[in-house]
């Protein structure tokens, strides 16, 4: 189907498609609400009689159930959903109608507003949230969570609270039954809880020597064991001489009676010793959580939220509740000195201020913690000659998580980062995408302010570039059909060898009398252009003409 199309022409269609999707979402949820209004209206014209203990809601829902083959579960969800985005979130609504955001983001943000009760506080959220929607690119999952909390965070306390104490008396463990012999394990813990067992089994797993075979995923999961098991992570290579290798084994008791005879009886063991029978924990694992605020927050003259590193966006009650005992550090952008600029590693306060200014990895969509991800040079350090480029500096520097890093350095994925921290990233069928520093985001801009010659400098840039804007448009077209251009010459002139290889002769010396790929009787074609060739033109369509279909 799309042989013959090019990387960049499928993956603006995939755009394209993506955003219909979101358009097809926002009618079927726009309908559904439709249908609930009527329904509602309907049963409050109706006497108190029996039929008045069916609401408009639930006939509503039996109707989009049979309608759309659902079940009745999932059929009151869809219609809740559409409530939400008529009556609670209309501007979201609108931006998911127009196709600037897709039904993923909009699913979150009605979850996690669902507890936003009063209607003024509500209608601000919805304006603020859709405000930061049309801005977004390309946000995970964690990332849309944590901006929409930090919203309802700032206008809503009460709705924060109601649910962290929701949650908190939510707080559980569950062990199930799961395929092929083996267990899942799911639990539902306060932030801080969870995010310290994070790093304990993080720390825990990376305690054994490199020679251990398992990976990084499966010793964490024997780390869970060993840790509530109340043992020590042992490591599994094959060299005698680990340290954390398992103890040996003791003798067992069938072999031990054989020689009771020629061993001295042993003193007995103290009360305190054989009522001790756990094995200690790690006593090299520390515990460090990362907690980021403003000094207003945590001074109390500011309900801002925070932002607990491993977890997310957490209330300024709890805030102030972990900053109490908490050992505090400022947090701000270091001047670099030219020395420091010069020298290949950062400095560990300008490496502490941009993982606190990333939060996470900087590839789009991607939310591995800033602390697990490589600082990297955007552009890239020269260690024959430093000054002439690529330096040690917060305004070239960025997180990047190993696997994004490698598909910087060696997939074909090019990286520019502005003054602000914002990260143009160009894949390899020149697709754009931008991201902002996560901290930008949850505590307001983080760079310095321009200097007025900078900001001459700039303004000049933009000129130039806006002069020359229709001639590398043009140039990047060319560029881009010229590629198409060999591309498809190879093509053919593959066909018409494998056409030789198979008939023992040229189309020139028989032509071919099929109907399809009449090229194929021509002679072979250079694989290289003239300095002169030139592309057809690319004429724009006419909105007015009908589609080819």
Known sequence: MFESIPDDQILTMVGEDHRSGSVLIARKLAGIAQILTRRVEEQMQIDLDVRSMITGFAQAAAEVAVAMNLTTKAARQMVFDAEALDQRLPAVGALLADGAVDWAVVELVIRRTELVDCDDVMVRLDAALAERIARWSSWSRKKVIDAVDHEVALLDRDAVKKRRVRAYDERRVEVSKDRDGMARVRASLPGTAGAAVEKVLS???????PGDPRTLQQRRADAFVALTLRQNLACQCADVRCPSRPAPESVPEREASDHVADTPPRPAASKTAAQCSCPSLNPKISLVLNMFATAETVNGTSQAPGYLAGFGIIDAELVRELARDATRRLVEEPCASAADALRYRPSAALARWIRFRDLTCRFPGCTVPAESCDVDHTIPFNHNDPAAGGQTVASNLACYCRTHHRLKTFGGWRDEQLQDGTIVW?????????????????????????????????????????????????????????RDELRHRDTRNGIRLRYVLFRGHTALEKPSTSPFCRWVNDPLEPDSLPPDWEPPRHTPSDPDEPPPF
């Open 203 to 209: 720390q825990m797993a990376r305690q054994v020597c």
């Open 426 to 482: 160009t894949s390899p069928a020149g697709q754009t995408e931008r991201t902002v520093p996560g901290a930008a985001e949850l505590f307001g801009g983080l760079s310095r302010p321009r200097r007025p010659e900078d900001l001459k400098r700039i303004g000049a840039a933009r000129d130039r570039i806006s002069a020359h804007r229709d001639a590398s448009a043009y140039h990047e077209y060319r560029n881009r059909a010229a």
